[in-house]
Each structure stands twice: as structure tokens, then as C-alpha cells.
């Protein structure tokens, strides 16, 4: 009976023939070299070779990688023997650095936030297009939702949409009242009385939008660019904590380090559920945006929109938006979301999301290589 | 050359030819690549032009912003290695003339190195946060009413890093008090010193290779660290690794960041090549080994 060798058994053989004598060490030490150099040379390659067994997914950590942890990956390993791989990032940009330094095929599905950043990754040639006769169950997504990536990428996809929530004001209900609240607005994160209890993520778009609120301007079409940049410094003086994770996020409200900052509705959500007297207000013109599944250029296609297929599915994706705390894109027109997705921040019953408003892509693209740079200085007191 | 005086030449290359190939491999080819990296370009989508540009390095050269930043790193990093000699001096003195019970000091100075250091400067918000350890106490005692602001400021990163720190800066010290025989102290107070004499005029002149030893290794690593201020400091309580961090990652112009991170090295390995002008890396590797 003959049985496929593999590296180890290799290895095996050629120590004990060098044990035995049959092999002087030289030629040992050459095959080693050898074995190691093709090792080496081949490995980048093995994943387009090789039968696909696993899947790479990178998203946000905390109670969103739960969500999907429990109620996606691990029914869509049971059902197709699949195994879903899951890493976290603290933002679009460090996974874009990260997907720069790899080779391709090594980061699979993304859990990408905006349509700018999809329009990022498509300028950088990293997007896909997915086979839609794979997934079915897109049909039951959101139209506007789906239109919006389409345009970036010519009409194809390299994505699907799976969630949506807002960037609006969290805030702790024994220091801020709601009332002080919806009179103060976005301009509470610039109100001295607040000082050394405010927090802030430390995300130049999200700063940009909120400036642009406090200075009284559209933030897809900011007219006064120096009105901005002092109100992010006005921000950045009575601020006594830029955040770079959700978890830092939470705990910052939780331990009551800061009394106010802008958050993720989701996170929010997770924190009033959790028993802490947390307040969220989305201002007029607050940041909207939607959520997708990125399918990366060079990953295993026909994997990969099997588990978003998957996950599309009604009862997964509305157990993840209720694991998550974000509204799953799926229409609620079409699909019957049970009782607790209404009652999350930032759902749309109507499905048509005309309430919210979104980042124009190609308008933050074309500021993002200058804002980027003038915040990270501004930040450090510049 | 007979052919054992050859083999016996060639045998120090081929031991350390697995060490060599591992330095070579990973530290010198990709700094290389870095080198080569400071001289392209980022264009506005994020992709990298290659050629030959001077412009990041102009950039990194003669904008107040780098230097500005890098001055504020060597200061934290100078006020963070005194902070270390001072409180590591009397420990690792302590340790060293300590009779019976060293190997167990030695080992709970070893003991936070089995924590991530990460963990470990995080450790602090649970002590000075305003929920936190020395609040509650305060507050339980009646002595405060409402909790201070301790966290997010120079001061906590110069505390953390003291806390990453001060094991380097002790065991340097040990090391050097160590190897300094005790007969020498002896003879002194016999020839009419003091105790306090013969350690100002003795003890310490002899230790001083440790204390400098020690001195470079929290300077050189207290000023390329980024978890520390990332997570400890305030707004703009930003260290030079932070921009690098952030050309890198956040704008995504790894030429730039490249020339970043040179520009640090350089600083830094200026500062080890006159350490060895003077003093010689020999103390330093008797205190990392």
C-alpha cells in the first residue's frame, strides 16, 4: 500500500538515514537547505493551489467579532467544513497598511466601514468582482445600500452590504442631561465646561465631519476649511483622551473617564445594555454610514461568497445585528427583522435610509492624503 | 596557513554563520528595503511611485514639526532614564550586597518580564484611573471628595515607561556591583572613610560602567517606544515612534515613514557609537547576558 508523503515523514526518513550512516552530513545538510529554499518559494503560492479549507476574515473586534464568531463562522464551519479565520483592526487604514504588506491571497474578507473606503481599496486595484449567482440572498439586501458600491466599481461588486449604524454623541446622563444635550448638539464636544471629561476618536475623517458640525457646515462640502481645523483644536485642548478601539471606547465611558465623546452607535447600545446610564444623540446631519463584507483581489472566490451567502441569510444576519447591535442591510420591506433590531439606534423601518446622511466618497478621497496629515499634526498641538 | 590553523580560522564564521544569516536576513536586507523605500513617493490614492525623490527626506529634515517631536522624545527618554537610575541605583546596590535571599530578588525583578508589556502599561489605568485603585482609596479614606485626573498626561507616559524600563537599568547596575570586590569598601573605611565616603568615592566610580550601560539601554528603548504614549498618554503627549506609526499606517506613506524611522535610527545609533567610543559595548553585553 502506497501513502502520499508528507514534509515531516520526508524529514523523517532522510534523519534516520543520516543516523544509519546512509547519508553523510553534508548532503544531509543540502537536502535540509534545499527542502527549506522550495519551502520558502512555494509556500505564497500554496493558496492557489491547494483545495480551499479556511477563509481569512479581519474585523473589528469586541462584541462584533463575537457576534459573527457565534452566530456566522462557526454554523457556516459546521455546515461546510469551511474554517473562517477571524483577526481585528483598529480601523480601515491599519488593515489597508497590513493588506499592503501581504501577499495576495493571504487576507481573504474585510469588514470594511464606509464607501470611501471601498472606493480606496478599488483605486488600489485590490478589488474583486463577485459571481452575484452565488449569492442569493443579496436580493433581500437593501437596494440604495447596494447601488452605492456598484457605481465605484462599474457596475460589478467586490462586496456585499451587511450593516449600517451612525458616529453620533454618547454621553453620561449623571453629568449631561438630555435636554443640555439637544441644545448643545455636536458643539458639546467643544464646550469648556466639559473640559478634561471629553473624549474623541482619533480618526481624521470623524474629527472633520464633527468640526464641520460645530462650525455650522455640510460636512460633504466644508467651505471653511480653517473654521475646521480650530474647532478640532478647541476639541483637541478640552479633550482629555483620543480613543483608537471600540473597547477603548467603552471603557473610557464605562470607567467615566470622559463624560462625552462621539461612539459608534452599536458600541453604545452594548453599553446601556450593560446596565451603564450611557445617552446617544445623533445631531442633525450626523455621521451615517454603511458597513460591507470587502472580498480582497486574489482570495478564494467561490469560498468566500459561499460564507456571504451564508451570512446574508435572514436568520444569520439578524442574529448577528442583534449580537452586534448595528442593523443588518437587509430590507426591512422584505424581510421580517424580529423585535429588537427596531429598537436599535440608527434603524431605518422604511428601508430607504433617506434619514442619514453618508460620506461622499469621492469627496473625502480627495481630501484624505492632506486631511490625514494636517490632523496628525493638529493632534499633537500643532 | 597549515590546515588546521585554517580550520581553527574558519571555525568561529561557521558557528556563527546561523546567527549571521538570521541578522542579515532580517535586520539588514529589510532595512535596505526601508532605505530604498525613503526615496519614493506617495501618490494621493496611496500607491507608492519607486525613483529616487528627496522629497520625504527634505520633509523630515527641515520641518519644525519632526524636530520639534524628536526633541520632545529625547526629553521624555533623558527624564524617563534618570527617573530609572535614580530608583534602580539603591535597588540593584540592595540586591547585590543582599546575603542569601538574591536569587529570589533576582527572580521578582525578572517576574514582569513574563507579562506582555503591553498588559503591564495598561495596568496602570486600573491604578490611576478615576474609578481606579489610589481614587477609590482616596475617596473610601474621605480625603478627596471628587477623583483626580492622574491618567493621560506627560507624566503617566514618563511612569510607564519607568515601570518598562527600570528592570534594564537594575540589572546593568547588578552586574557591575557584581564584579566590584567588597574588600575594596573594607580598606576604605579602614583607612578612616565612611561608609557614605567610601560608596561616593569607591563603590560608585567602580559601578559607573553599569549605571551607563543601563542609562543607554532605557534611553535608546524609552525613545523608540509607541504603546506607552498610545496608551497612557494625553492628545499630544506623541513620541517621535507615534509619527512613524502613523505615516505608516494611518496615511499609508510608507516613504515617508520610512524616512521617519531613519531619521530616529540615525539619531539613536549616534548616540550607541559614542557610548562605545567611550565607554565600549562590553558592559552592555555583560548586562543583557
Not at chain 1, 56 to 83: C, K, M, Q, Y
Not at chain 1, 233 to 252: F, V
Not at chain 1, 350 to 378: C, I, M, Q
Request: charged content about 20%; overall charge negative; proline content about 4%.
Amino acid at each position: 500500500m502506497t501513502r502520499k508523503m508528507d514534509a515531516t515523514t520526508r524529514y523523517e526518513r532522510a534523519r534516520e538515514r543520516v543516523l544509519n550512516g546512509d547519508l553523510d552530513r553534508r548532503k544531509f545538510m543540502g537536502l535540509l537547505g534545499a527542502a527549506g529554499a522550495a519551502y520558502g518559494l512555494v509556500t505564497p503560492y500554496r493558496a492557489l493551489a491547494q483545495s480551499v479549507s479556511e477563509v481569512r476574515f479581519d474585523g473589528w473586534g469586541g462584541v462584533v467579532s463575537e457576534a459573527l464568531r457565534a452566530n456566522a463562522f462557526d454554523p457556516f464551519t459546521a455546515e461546510t467544513g469551511i474554517t473562517v479565520v477571524d483577526g481585528t483592526f483598529g480601523g480601515g487604514d491599519e488593515y489597508l497598511s497590513r493588506v499592503k504588506a501581504s501577499q495576495p491571497g493571504e487576507y481573504n474578507i474585510a469588514h470594511l466601514s464606509g464607501v470611501f473606503d471601498y472606493a480606496r481599496y478599488h483605486g488600489l486595484g485590490l478589488t474583486s468582482e463577485l459571481n452575484e449567482a452565488n449569492i442569493p440572498n443579496l436580493e433581500y439586501v437593501i437596494p440604495k445600500l447596494v447601488e452605492v458600491f456598484r457605481k465605484v466599481s462599474d457596475g460589478s461588486l467586490s462586496c456585499v452590504p451587511y450593516d449600517y449604524g451612525t458616529t453620533g454623541l454618547a454621553y453620561n446622563r449623571k453629568h449631561i442631561s438630555d435636554e443640555e444635550m439637544k441644545e448643545k448638539g455636536a458643539k458639546i464636544l467643544i464646550d469648556e465646561a466639559h473640559k478634561d471629561k471629553i473624549g474623541g476618536w482619533s480618526d481624521w475623517r470623524t474629527r472633520m465631519w464633527y468640526a464641520a458640525l460645530q462650525t455650522d457646515q455640510d460636512p460633504n462640502g466644508v467651505t471653511d476649511e480653517d473654521a475646521c481645523w480650530d474647532a478640532i483644536r478647541a476639541h483637541r485642548d478640552l479633550a482629555l483622551k483620543y480613543w483608537t478601539s471600540g473597547a477603548e471606547l467603552m471603557s473610557l465611558l464605562a470607567e467615566e473617564e470622559i463624560h462625552v465623546t462621539e461612539g459608534w452607535s452599536g458600541r453604545i447600545y452594548a453599553l446601556q445594555e450593560q446596565g451603564h446610564d450611557i445617552g446617544y444623540y445623533d445631531p442633525p446631519n450626523g455621521y451615517g454610514w454603511q458597513e460591507c463584507m470587502f472580498v480582497l483581489k486574489g482570495s478564494p472566490m467561490e469560498a468566500c461568497e459561499e460564507l456571504l451567502n451564508f451570512m446574508l441569510a435572514p436568520e444569520t444576519a439578524i442574529a448577528v445585528a442583534e449580537g452586534q447591535n448595528y442593523p443588518p442591510a437587509l430590507d426591512p420591506q422584505k424581510v421580517e427583522l424580529g423585535d429588537k433590531i427596531p429598537t436599535l439606534p440608527a434603524f431605518d423601518p422604511s428601508g430607504t435610509l433617506e434619514g442619514l446622511t453618508f460620506a461622499d466618497p469621492a469627496y473625502w478621497n480627495g481630501h484624505e492624503a492632506d486631511w490625514s496629515k494636517t490632523f496628525g499634526r493638529v493632534q499633537k498641538g500643532y | 596557513m597549515s590546515s588546521v590553523e585554517a580550520r581553527e580560522a574558519r571555525q568561529p564564521w561557521i558557528l556563527l554563520s546561523p546567527a549571521l544569516t538570521a541578522v542579515g536576513l532580517l535586520l539588514f536586507v529589510p532595512l535596505i528595503f526601508i532605505v530604498v523605500y525613503s526615496f519614493w513617493l506617495r501618490t494621493a490614492t496611496g500607491a507608492d511611485v519607486a525613483g529616487f525623490h528627496l522629497d520625504n527626506w527634505a520633509e523630515a529634515l527641515t520641518d519644525a514639526f519632526y524636530r520639534d517631536i524628536l526633541i520632545s522624545t529625547l526629553r521624555i527618554a533623558a527624564i524617563t532614564t534618570v527617573v530609572c537610575a535614580l530608583a534602580g541605583y539603591p535597588a540593584a546596590y540592595f540586591i547585590a550586597r543582599s546575603r542569601g535571599n538574591k536569587m529570589i530578588l533576582l527572580l521578582l525583578l525578572m517576574l514582569p518580564f513574563w507579562i506582555s508589556y503591553i498588559i503591564r502599561t495598561m495596568s496602570w489605568i486600573n491604578i490611576l484611573g478615576v474609578s481606579g485603585a489610589i481614587n477609590s482609596a482616596l475617596m473610601a479614606l474621605g480625603v478627596i471628595s471628587e477623583p483626580i485626573n492622574m491618567l493621560y498626561n506627560e507624566t503617566t507616559v514618563i511612569l510607564g515607561l519607568v515601570h518598562f524600563l527600570l528592570p534594564f537599568m537594575i540589572l546593568n547596575i547588578y552586574v557591575s556591583l557584581e564584579g566590584i570586590d567588597t574588600n575594596l569598601e573594607d580598606a576604605a573605611t579602614s583607612l578612616g572613610a565612611t561608609r557614605w565616603q567610601s560608596f561616593l568615592e569607591v563603590t560608585l566610580p567602580l559601578s559607573l560602567p553599569g549605571l551607563a550601560a543601563g542609562g543607554l539601554l532605557c534611553f535608546v528603548l524609552g525613545a523608540g517606544t509607541y504603546i506607552t504614549p498610545l496608551v497612557l498618554g494625553g492628545p499630544t503627549d506623541a513620541m517621535f515612534a507615534n509619527l512613524v506609526f502613523e505615516a505608516i499606517i494611518t496615511q499609508l506613506n510608507w516613504p515617508l515613514g520610512s524616512a521617519l524611522s531613519l531619521m530616529l535610527l540615525a539619531v539613536l545609533g549616534l548616540l550607541v557609537a559614542i557610548y562605545n567610543r567611550y565607554l565600549g559595548m562590553a558592559q552592555l553585553m555583560k548586562g543583557l547576558g
